[in-house]
């Protein structure tokens, strides 16, 4: 199993992330600001998906990571350590 630690610089690497408390709009995506949907906000919640490691920093502990189901232009998040799992090799 790979973590976060044990990732070697210059692989690619993909994982399912969860950003905590955001704004979501009807359908669980990412709202308000962080959409170009003219959806209302529905609620604030937790937001799971799946990207690619874009960027670490081990003093932090956080990672960038580029969103796979993002439509048009890709968006990325920036997380903890501890809401990013199954990371693998690509």
């Known amino acids: 199993m790979i973590t976060v630690e044990k990732m070697k610089p210059g692989k690619g690497y993909e994982c399912t992330f969860t950003v905590k408390n955001i704004p979501l709009d009807e359908f669980g995506r990412p709202g308000g600001m962080m959409s170009l949907a003219d959806l209302p906000i529905e609620k604030y919640g937790d937001y799971t998906s799946t990207g690619a490691i874009v ?16 439509d048009g232009k890709p968006k990325t998040y920036v997380v903890k350590f501890e809401n990013v799992e199954n990371i693998n090799a690509v």
């Open 55 to 70: 960027a670490r920093d081990l003093n932090t502990k956080l990672v960038e990571v580029e969103d796979s189901s993002s």
